[in-house]
């Protein structure tokens, strides 16, 4: 049993036996390890979960490291989700993490087997892979939460929980909803989101990474897969926005709060 350490006797005494024997058995795989899934992905390790898979095709930049739990001087130019699984285990050395270094999209869904999960989390910031994500997910046997977008946000007090269609004030959450009428394809299902209606914007300007550890652009002999070693998410999105980890960290914290509370309920 992979949450039997003296190190889960607080979280132990709240919830009682039979519910960490369940947190013990329970899978969950979260897409995208960024801001939001790293935190997400850390909350649940430290509470017990003993299976969990974490799925990103991304290395770390330097500019990940505001707000990325395993992004540091150290781990610059790492696979995520290897970086990832390192500090994962240091937590808990017994418990089961796969990392999986994978753009989730149309293409690859098929790779996926969600129906073998007890979760999927979506952390993901393309719209349209997260669009792809959400429609497989909600037609799983899986439980499914969501995080919208958590850029350009300063005040946490705004961060709130609500289903789907009824997220209000949020620019990716009113683009999903567009895309999935535009296209006549709707989730199959209601799922919770967490998402804030703030909305600041950008007061500087973006930069160069400005080090030479940095793999961005990727680089033919960064690790990991060959054929990722290329692929550059900077360059490939529309806009690039600020963020700061304590916005972001509580996006991944309540969505890894939300996955607890079902399960032991």
């Not at 990832?84 to 418990?95: D, G, M, T, V």
């Amino acid at each position: 049993m992979s949450n039997n350490k003296p190190f889960f006797n607080r979280t132990r005494l709240l919830l009682g036996d039979e519910a960490m024997n369940r947190l013990d058995d329970i899978r969950v795989i979260i897409f995208g390890v960024g801001g939001v899934g790293s935190w997400c992905a850390e909350g649940l390790v430290r509470s017990g979960i003993g299976h969990l898979t974490i799925v990103d095709s991304d290395r770390v930049c330097i500019t990940n490291v505001n707000r990325q739990l395993m992004a540091t001087s150290e781990t610059i130019g790492m696979v995520k989700v290897e970086a990832l699984k390192q500090r994962l285990l240091q937590i808990n050395p017994s418990a089961e993490i796969v990392a999986v270094q994978k753009i989730y999209s149309e293409e690859t869904a098929p790779e996926f087997d969600l129906d073998s999960f007890d979760y999927v989390v979506d952390a993901i910031d393309s719209l349209k892979d997260k669009a792809s994500l959400i429609l497989n997910a909600t037609r799983s046997k899986a439980k499914f939460f969501s995080s919208m977008g958590a850029a350009l946000k300063l005040d946490p007090t705004t961060i709130k929980v609500a289903e789907f269609w009824n997220v209000k004030g949020c620019p990716l959450a009113r683009a999903l909803r567009q895309k999935f009428k535009r296209e006549k394809k709707y989730p199959a299902r209601k799922f919770k989101c967490v998402y804030s209606d703030e909305l600041l914007k950008n007061r500087g300007q973006a930069s160069s990474c400005g080090t030479d550890r940095c793999v961005c652009p990727k680089s033919e002999i960064a690790p990991g897969d060959p054929a990722l070693a290329n692929h550059e998410w900077c360059s490939s999105k529309a806009q690039i926005n600020g963020s700061l980890m304590h916005i972001t960290s509580i996006f991944g914290l309540t969505i890894s709060g939300l996955i607890l509370q079902d399960a032991v309920s």
